[in-house]
């Protein structure tokens, strides 16, 4: 079975700070890796995904992650942060594609505060 | 290009009574999903969807059912609502690895 663990509820930051949201993971085949975003009274917008390749990702609004295999992590950063970015945080695992549904293990979630 | 939509948006429930949860995708994807959403707890999977046809229990599907209509449709029963049943429900659709969120209906029982 797959679980996902954001060691971090809540994240405080001054706005052009960096920031990094912690993910790690467990699972017994390989994975893809997500990270979805939550603004306040909306649904869940995916942010950047990890399927395979280039272990770095990034998405348009500058956040990026890293797989790393050995540490089980895909941990999100952003060097400077924007007021704008105010938002939860989900991690996601899944396995491989390969059955008809892509069944979605989602952490708990990273509240990012950002402060001016 | 809608997306996904869900209706109602709120709704207010006594103990024991039933109501439909509506999610319809307009992607012409096959898999469809309901999730519940309780702070601090992420989303977790009541049942799914995996073609036209097809539903499946996911994490959390005691008290609920599911139907799925046709390609488009797929709706969330609660049969007799329970207080524990007040959370925020998501509707998602997905083709291979990405799925679509809808804006999710806002549900509390009393």
């Known amino acids: 079975a797959q679980s996902v663990t954001q060691l971090d509820s809540q994240v405080p930051v001054f706005e052009e700070a960096p920031v990094e949201l912690r993910c790690n993971y467990s699972?017994?085949?390989?994975?893809?890796l997500f990270w979805y975003v939550q603004y306040p009274n909306q649904g869940l917008q995916l942010l950047l995904k990890?399927?395979?390749?280039?272990?770095l990702v990034k998405s348009i609004n500058g956040f990026e992650a890293e797989f790393n295999k050995s540490q089980t992590s895909f941990h999100l950063r952003k060097p400077s942060v924007h007021i704008s970015d105010t938002a939860e945080y989900f991690c996601?695992?899944?396995?491989?594609?390969?059955?008809?549904?892509?069944?979605?293990?989602f952490g708990s979630g990273t509240r990012l505060s950002i402060r001016p | 290009n809608a997306g996904v939509t869900q209706t109602p948006k709120f709704q207010v429930l006594k103990t024991g009574q039933s109501m439909t949860l509506q999610c319809a995708q307009d992607?012409?994807?096959?898999?469809m999903y309901w999730y519940r959403q309780d702070p601090g707890m992420g989303l977790r999977l009541i049942y799914y969807?995996?073609?036209?046809?097809?539903?499946d229990k996911g994490e959390v599907p005691n008290g609920y059912n599911v139907s799925r209509l046709n390609k488009r449709e797929f709706s969330l029963r609660l049969e007799s609502a329970a207080p524990s049943q007040t959370s925020v429900y998501f509707c998602?659709?997905?083709?291979?690895?990405?799925?679509?969120f809808g804006p999710g209906t806002r549900l509390t029982v009393t």
């Open positions: 998602a659709s997905s083709e291979q690895s990405e799925q679509y």
């Open positions: 699972s017994s085949v390989s994975v893809y």
């Open positions: 990890y399927l395979s390749g280039s272990t």
């Open positions: 996601a695992v899944s396995d491989i594609w390969g059955s008809s549904a892509s069944k979605i293990i």
């Open positions: 992607m012409n994807h096959n898999s």
């Open positions: 969807s995996a073609s036209e046809g097809t539903t």
